[in-house]
């Protein structure tokens, strides 16, 4: 049905492409796997907008809300377990048990089966026999699939036979959980590179795309989860505007917790105090950073000595509402610093009465207790 209803665009699709799609359909993904953040798309539209090749007007201002960040957990190798047993027993081993012992076992229990008088006991003997001399056929078979330097197999064709007589005499002599472990490493591994590397890699050039394109000077500000949590401290304390503006535990307790935060699909009544986290950090860290973006366009030196102060140009009712806004936003953070819970308590209904918190920040536990209502 939905595929029916797709009309792709000729003028990116050629005839042929357009057929293959109706024949064989098509997969969709997330677009989070090439723009997490939809920045690029905000970049493109705008480029669109300042070109003409749109009726609408440039963007004014955009602020990037972003709840990943470029901090990646350290890589912990999985330890190897199994003991002595898990590194004697090897391939070689194996393949000496089900070709030689079982063979014989089999033979052992034909030969119990013949001589036995109780027929019970013979179906018994002959039965296992079976079973054991079948095991000795299925791993024989599966042992010829092996490859050797003679192999046939495609995906093996362009390497050295030398090597790869190497690795089946090197694999055939290491132990079975200890190629187990190795393989968990590499799975390990290739997950963390497509899920966190090479995803952290794609948001930092779009957002340096993004800071280095001139025409957003004074139109940009981001606004991620991280932004006030204990590890964001290095960061945040660069930025000149950090010694004019308090942060205390509170806040930063909460937007370390949110950040931490795994990722879910809903908040049930067992994670409502995450779900009180997650918005509320959202809320201070909004009105912390738009009071940053004011400060910088009133102080534009600060942080770029050839930055352009953008207010001269301003008529003076922008200014007026510039300044009105900076009022809210220092009156809305007292009450953050107060309790950072306090505009979640407006916008939420049923939220919880308190809230216990603790995170853990290099290696110690810091707590604290929230009264919510």
């Given at each position: 049905?939905?595929?029916?209803?797709?009309?792709?665009?000729?003028?990116?699709?050629?005839?042929?492409?357009?057929?293959?799609?109706?024949?064989?359909?098509?997969?969709?993904?997330d677009?989070?796997?090439?723009?997490?953040?939809?920045?690029?798309?905000?970049?493109?539209a705008?480029?669109?907008?300042?070109?003409?090749?749109?009726?609408?007007?440039?963007?004014?201002?955009?602020?990037?809300?972003?709840?990943?960040?470029?901090?990646?957990?350290?890589?912990?190798?999985?330890?190897?377990?199994?003991?002595?047993?898990?590194?004697?027993?090897?391939?070689?081993?194996?393949?000496?048990i089900?070709?030689?012992?079982?063979?014989?076992?089999?033979?052992?229990?034909?030969?119990?089966?013949?001589?036995?008088?109780?027929?019970?006991?013979?179906?018994?003997?002959?039965?296992?026999?079976?079973?054991?001399?079948?095991?000795?056929?299925?791993?024989?078979?599966?042992?010829?699939?092996?490859?050797?330097?003679?192999?046939?197999?495609?995906?093996?064709?362009?390497?050295?036979?030398?090597?790869?007589?190497?690795?089946?005499?090197?694999?055939?002599?290491?132990?079975?959980?200890?190629?187990?472990?190795?393989?968990q490493?590499?799975?390990?591994?290739?997950?963390?590179?497509?899920?966190?590397?090479?995803?952290?890699?794609?948001?930092?050039l779009?957002?340096?795309?993004?800071?280095?394109?001139?025409?957003?000077?004074?139109?940009?500000?981001?606004d991620?989860?991280?932004?006030?949590?204990?590890?964001n401290?290095?960061?945040?304390?660069?930025?000149?505007?950090?010694?004019?503006?308090?942060?205390?535990?509170?806040?930063?307790?909460?937007?370390?917790?949110?950040?931490?935060?795994?990722?879910?699909?809903?908040?049930g009544?067992?994670?409502?105090?995450n779900?009180?986290?997650?918005?509320?950090?959202?809320?201070?860290?909004t009105?912390?950073?738009l009071?940053?973006?004011?400060?910088?366009?009133?102080?534009?030196?600060?942080?770029?000595?050839?930055?352009?102060?953008?207010?001269?140009?301003?008529?003076?009712e922008?200014?007026?509402?510039?300044?009105?806004?900076?009022?809210?936003?220092?009156?809305?953070?007292?009450?953050?610093?107060?309790?950072?819970?306090?505009?979640?308590?407006?916008?939420?209904?049923g939220?919880?009465?308190?809230?216990?918190?603790?995170?853990?920040?290099?290696?110690?536990?810091?707590?604290?207790?929230?009264?919510?209502?």
């Amino acid at each position: 049905m939905l595929l029916n209803e797709v009309k792709p665009n000729s003028e990116l699709l050629t005839p042929e492409e357009i057929t293959e799609m109706k024949e064989n359909g098509f997969g969709l993904m997330d677009g989070g796997v090439t723009d997490n953040q939809g920045l690029e798309c905000l970049l493109l539209a705008d480029r669109r907008r300042t070109s003409g090749e749109s009726s609408f007007k440039p963007f004014d201002f955009a602020m990037v809300a972003d709840v990943t960040s470029q901090y990646m957990d350290p890589y912990i190798v999985p330890k190897l377990s199994g003991g002595r047993f898990g590194s004697w027993l090897n391939y070689k081993r194996i393949r000496l048990i089900f070709l030689i012992l079982m063979p014989l076992i089999a033979v052992t229990f034909g030969l119990l089966g013949w001589k036995s008088e109780d027929w019970r006991l013979s179906a018994l003997f002959f039965g296992l026999a079976g079973i054991f001399f079948s095991l000795a056929i299925v791993f024989t078979y599966l042992n010829a699939q092996i490859p050797n330097k003679n192999t046939k197999i495609a995906a093996l064709k362009d390497f050295n036979p030398e090597i790869i007589s190497l690795l089946r005499k090197f694999l055939g002599k290491t132990g079975i959980l200890v190629i187990a472990h190795m393989l968990q490493v590499r799975l390990n591994s290739v997950i963390i590179m497509v899920s966190d590397v090479f995803l952290k890699r794609i948001r930092k050039l779009i957002y340096d795309s993004f800071y280095a394109s001139p025409q957003w000077e004074g139109k940009r500000k981001t606004d991620h989860v991280y932004d006030l949590s204990f590890t964001n401290d290095l960061n945040r304390k660069r930025s000149p505007f950090t010694g004019t503006f308090p942060v205390n535990n509170n806040i930063q307790i909460v937007a370390q917790k949110s950040f931490k935060m795994a990722t879910t699909l809903w908040f049930g009544k067992d994670n409502e105090s995450n779900l009180a986290c997650l918005v509320a950090c959202g809320q201070f860290t909004t009105c912390y950073n738009l009071r940053e973006y004011i400060w910088e366009l009133k102080n534009p030196k600060a942080r770029n000595p050839n930055a352009k102060d953008q207010l001269k140009s301003l008529p003076p009712e922008y200014m007026k509402r510039l300044n009105d806004i900076e009022k809210i936003l220092d009156s809305d953070w007292a009450k953050f610093l107060n309790n950072p819970f306090w505009l979640y308590t407006q916008t939420i209904q049923g939220a919880p009465n308190n809230i216990n918190l603790t995170v853990n920040v290099n290696g110690k536990d810091i707590s604290a207790q929230f009264q919510i209502s």
